[in-house]
T-cell receptor, first 114, second 111 residues
Framework: DTAVSQTPKYLVTQMGNDKSIKCEQN?????MYWYKQDSKKFLKIMFS???????INETVPNRFSPKSPDKAHLNLHINSLELGDSAVYFC?????????????FGSGTRLTVV | EDQVTQSPEALRLQEGESSSLNCSYT??????LFWYRQDPGKGPEFLFT???AGEEKEKERLKATLTKKESFLHITAPKPEDSATYLC????????????FGTGTRLKVLA
């Protein structure tokens, strides 16, 4: 039973298209995150939600829009995809009152824009 | 500016050859330092949290230590299954508990 699950695992799409990535966690955590990992393996925070409220919104193009329908789900919608959006996107979750246990990450979505 | 630097970028060890990975940080008020392991094609997996200088944590062949400026991940008598990328992250003192990750050390342990 996967703790943090992301779909799809792979996504190949053309420039200009709109796509979504879904994330669900069954750990009962109250905080969820989206991270982007570039080709050099650098992980950078994009967004974070705590109990459906946006708490971190880094300098990300407004083509990226997160949505959290409930605290177990955090989706990422990307409009007008560009070549530079190609990366691996990771969803993660944590319990805000127990940050000593770190984050639980999903297995990632590899996005390739052609 | 808050920064995390990991060294070396890559490390090849023979099975049984102990070594250390370094994570240097500059953060105004450390709230926590975290070590993760990442296998190819997978998300990072949490290993340790360290909060204050002098603190140490151990798990099997791994031992993490923390000073005021850096953390070390010591690997004792590594095995091929320890091959992975090891990531260090610091938690900033902002109210949003944001992580800043280093770029990782790719470890390869040869049999």
């Amino acid at each position: 039973d996967t703790a943090v699950s992301q779909t799809p695992k792979y996504l190949v799409t053309q420039m200009g298209n709109d796509k979504s990535i879904k994330c669900e966690q069954n750990l009962g955590h109250d905080t969820m995150y989206w991270y982007k990992q570039d080709s050099k393996k650098f992980l950078k925070i994009m967004f974070s939600y705590n109990n459906k409220e946006l708490i971190i919104n880094e300098t990300v193009p407004n083509r990226f829009s997160p949505k959290s329908p409930d605290k177990a789900h955090l989706n990422l919608h990307i409009n007008s995809l560009e070549l530079g959006d190609s990366a691996v996107y990771f969803c993660a979750s944590s319990r805000s009152r127990d940050r000593g246990n770190g984050y639980t990450f999903g297995s990632g979505t590899r996005l390739t824009v052609v | 500016e808050d920064q995390v630097t990991q060294s070396p970028e890559a490390l090849r060890l023979q099975e049984g050859e102990s070594s250390s990975l370094n994570c240097s940080y500059t953060v105004s008020g450390l709230r926590g330092l975290f070590w993760y392991r990442q296998d190819p094609g997978k998300g990072p997996e949490f290993l340790f949290t360290l909060y204050s200088a002098g603190e140490e944590k151990e798990k099997e062949r791994l031992k993490a230590t923390l000073t005021k400026k850096e953390s070390f991940l010591h690997i004792t008598a590594p095995k091929p299954e320890d091959s992975a990328t090891y990531l260090c992250a610091v938690q900033t003192p902002s109210g949003t508990y944001k992580y800043i990750f280093g770029t990782g050390t790719r470890l390869k342990v040869l049999a």
